[in-house]
């Protein structure tokens, strides 16, 4: 059985695959993180996004070998001790989540578009956001939290 | 689902591991097409060769006049390419209506050629581009014409259990030429459309000297209107050859009925609306000073 070893949210991992697994069951199943959800299971829907070296990817999709010695962040990979990401706040304090089934991914995908465009337009965040879907929300409180991650980040100057 | 995953350190050794397993290993780029093809059983193997950690394959270049385009370059990294952008932007605009941003960062162009599929936006522009592919095979490389890929639907002339596109290869556009694609579809991100079309046309002394039209899909492959073409080549481009050329287009097309896509009737008045609107952007673009492309 091959080994996959990658920096997975800061930590060098090891674990055993089997060459055909993707990434989104090797991360909930063999690692525990079930932040990262599988809805569609085909790339049509955004809830599995996990961040590859930077880019954002549908890790039901994305054959975990190709991960091999790449940077993955998941959803547990953001905020620290108890303490939420920017972004993640901004979704809490807009009520973005219904459900909340798409939301690790939309979180993800959000990270993907501030951390390479920290002052994205309305119309830049729509379009970071369109490979998730939501089928509660309407995506407006969603694009909105986008909007206050991306002030207060900016306020921050962390990103700016 | 396959019993190996390699990655070859250089696309000589990709051919050797794909001889070496006669019919039974296949190439895979991204994947974001391949990994369900091969989950519903449609194109089988028991080994992959994934050829993204090959060296040189990730170029997006000029030289003379020509750009290149490596085989694991993304459609994200297309569409953000200034290169692209400025000197092909007909391909930058198809290969950033592919899917959503998840998918362009990691399904690759080439990829795009291979699975063959007649509506592919980047495929569409690829042919209105005239662009050619570098195809590997154990006995050397050779350059064939993009419209030589496509034997039927999701069929390419290419077998990637056996060989293997290199790179894509296409004159930049230089002063008086630029191009355009419009996209027909359901909603804006994350889905297959109901007709797209790629055109480029190249302008001197106040008429079409060259043009050309691809439409998808409206056929087993993709569809170049050379008829609309020649209707447009040698006159001045105004409203009234723009639209009979795209009327021409629409009577030579010859969409299906599909339950996805709408009826044949529906799709074909369509096609002139999208080629008109395609072929005003291009001759806009193209009648600026400096031969820029259409982005809006």
Known sequence: M???????????????VEP???????????????GTKISCGEGECGACTVLVDGKSVDSCIYPALKAQGREVVTIEGLGQDNRLDPIQQAFVDKTAPQCGYCIPGMVISAKALLDEKPHPTRKEIEEGISGNLCRC????????????ARERLAEKGGRG | MWDEYLFPASVEEALE????HGGEARIIAGGTDLVLQSQRGQRRAKVMVDITRIPGLDLIEERDGLIYIGAQVTHGQIAASPLICSRAGVLAEACGSVGGPQIR????????VVNALPAADGAIALFALDAEAEIAERRGRRWTPITNLYA?????????????????????FGRGEAGAF???????????????????VRLDGGKVERARIAIGPVAPTPFVAAEATEALVGQTPDE????QAAKVAAQTAQPRDSLLRGSADYRKAMVEVLVRRALKRAVEAASLPEGKDANP
């Open chain 2, 17 to 20: 591991m794909l001889e070496a």
């Open chain 1, 137 to 148: 929300t309407g995506y407006y409180q969603i694009i909105e939290a986008i909007e206050l």
């Open chain 2, 152 to 172: 039927g639907v999701g069929l390419c002339t290419v077998d990637p259990c056996f060989a293997m596109i290199t790179q894509l290869r296409f004159r930049a």
């Open chain 2, 240 to 243: 009234d050859s723009i639209s």
């Open chain 2, 182 to 200: 419009e996209r027909l579809a359901k909603r804006r991100a994350l889905v297959l459309p109901i007709l797209n079309t790629a055109v480029t």
């Open chain 1, 20 to 34: 055909g697994d993707l990434l989104a069951h090797v991360l909930r199943d063999k690692l525990g993180l079930i």
């Open chain 1, 2 to 16: 091959p080994t996959l070893r990658m920096t997975l949210n800061g930590q060098e991992v090891t674990v055993d």
């Open chain 2, 105 to 112: 960062n990691v399904g690759t162009l080439v990829g795009n």
